[in-house]
């Protein structure tokens, strides 16, 4: 167990309907990741936040938003959605974020979210 | 923009020596990654490098020349258990980290 939660594991959901995927980070941790991963595109860096902010933007496409709440638990959600956003998606999650600090910011990832759009 | 380079599969045989390689270009570099993902699961970290040279940890040891824009990931000893894919990650001075499309290494008994 990692520590970072990930709900639900699987979902399975027709195309044009709405999902909220949720992460609940590692205890101590400020940053939350979202990350897309299909089987051709590698792991595809969608956004990121920390403590409550946003802090970058990847590849999200605008069908998907996500936040970050005060008790720093993140959902993400995709609306619209075609069966090309079929994909694992995980959420990762990091001590510190864009602080400017050096040294290595080690993400620990939830076990994901398989999402299938029929 | 950001580019970063890697194998799609290799295959090595149990007991014997792999490198995988990395290079990239990226703006602000802050330092690389190396983790391991088994199928259908999340990925795990393995080594960071920041600063040129090799960085040994048991079996792995982890490369960066920061003028080239590479790095490798070598792997002695091959185990069964070292069937995975291999992913490249790029950190940058705001704390973003972009991932490579990952090498996936099959190991041969």
């Known amino acids: 167990d990692s520590g970072v939660t990930q709900t639900p594991k699987h979902l399975i959901t027709a195309t044009g309907q709405r999902v909220t995927l949720r992460c609940s980070p590692r205890s101590g941790d400020l940053s939350v990741y979202w990350y897309q991963q299909s089987l051709d595109q590698g792991l595809q860096f969608l956004i990121q936040?920390?403590?409550?902010?946003?802090?970058a933007k990847g590849n999200i496409l605008e069908r998907f938003s996500a936040q970050q709440f005060p008790d720093l638990h993140s959902e993400l959600n995709l609306s619209s959605l075609e069966l090309g956003d079929s994909a694992l998606y995980f959420c990762?999650?990091?001590?510190?974020?864009?602080?400017?600090?050096?040294?290595?910011?080690?993400?620990?990832f939830g076990a994901g979210s398989r999402l299938t759009v029929l | 923009g950001q580019n970063i380079d890697q194998p799609t599969e290799m295959t090595a045989t149990e007991g014997a020596i792999v490198q995988i390689n990395c290079t990239y270009q990226t703006s602000g570099f802050n330092g690389l990654f190396w983790y391991q993902q088994h199928a259908g699961e999340a990925p795990t970290f393995l080594s960071y490098?920041?600063?040129?040279g090799l960085e040994e940890k048991g079996r792995f040891s982890s490369f960066l020349s920061r003028s080239k824009g590479y790095s490798y990931l070598l792997l002695k000893e091959l185990q069964m258990k070292d069937s995975a894919s291999y992913l490249c990650a790029v950190q940058n001075r705001d704390d973003k980290i972009i991932f490579g499309k990952g090498t996936r290494l099959h190991i041969l008994p």
């Open positions: 990762a999650s990091s001590p510190r974020g864009g602080t400017g600090l050096s040294g290595a910011n080690v993400l620990t």
């Open positions: 490098n920041v600063l040129d």
């Open positions: 936040y920390y403590n409550g902010e946003e802090r």
